[in-house]
């Protein structure tokens, strides 16, 4: 009897390890079949581009095509929804950006709690706004900018891709921190914000530096600061928002996510993989050329800073009364 019984005690505690060798072993294989990278905005933005970089990186690591798929809609609430409801088996991720952050607030009747139920992989990179003007725009600095905008109350308007993007936020929190009093204007998309501050129906907006770089350079449009903490390599001479603002920081990041109960061993792939990839310099020369500066960190570090700028951004657009399109 007591031999059986040891057998049976043996045979259950065997079959009890079943499903965490299993785990372990499908991690281990991991990737055995391409995957997908949903991105909740449409092809050729900032956001796309930096998914594309980002499989691109990941397929050549892995070995298996980590196909970008675009699922715009919601302020990337599409996007987020469809990777939370897919199976947590690492071939479903998500490109994870500030709007994240935002939308938690901005958004009042979300089926999913971002912070619960994706679990942060790995951040990956930042990007500067830029605050910039129309070149025929009186003012040439920052501190211009502010004596105008405060002889001239309610008469500025401020150009941003929509309500609740990263450069409409931005905007606002400098309008908190300042008390200048500019009318926002909200577009469907940074293309059409950029065309309209060009041609100077609008006076200032705050988008990513990827999306207007080229105009800075050739003189169309004045970039009076970077938002980011340091300048930007990518415009060196252009003084930061804080420099003239004391405790200005806004900034676009990037980085990725799976769905909640994912493997660790999985994640912990990803993460390896991306900080890897991120070590490059041909990597982090194509960063460069964007304006980007590599995050790194683990799923932890990813995790305080996805937490860090909900309570910010929360704040923001509860000051700016800001409402979802």
Known sequence: MKLQRRRFLRLSAGAAALPLVSRMARAQAYPARPARLLVGFAAGGPTDLAARLMAQWLSERLGQQF?????????????????????????????????????????RNLSFNFIRDIAPVASVFRVPLVMEVNASFPAGTVPDFLAYARANPGRLNMASGGNGTPAHVAGELFKMMTG???IHVPYRGDSAAVTDLLGGQVQVMFPALSASI?????????ALAVTTATRSAALPEVPTLCDFVPGYEASGWYGLGVPRNTPTAI???????????????EHKARLAEIGGTPIAGSPADF????????EKWGKVVKFSGAKAD
């Not at 970008?68 to 998500?94: F, H, K, Q």
């Not at 080229?214 to 004045?222: H, M």
């Not at 995790?303 to 909900?310: F, K, N, V, Y």
């Open 214 to 222: 080229a105009y800075i350079k050739a003189g169309k449009l004045r």
């Open 303 to 310: 995790s305080r800073l996805i937490a860090e700028e909900t």
């Open 67 to 107: 196909a970008v798929e675009n699922r715009p809609g919601a302020g990337s609430n599409i996007a987020t929804e469809a990777v939370v409801r897919a199976p947590p088996d690492g071939y479903t991720l998500l490109l994870v950006g500030a709007s994240a952050a935002i939308n938690a607030t901005l958004y």
């Open 180 to 182: 200048i009093d500019m």
């Open 267 to 281: 994640v912990e792939k990803l993460n390896a993989e991306t900080n890897a990839a991120l070590a490059e310099p």
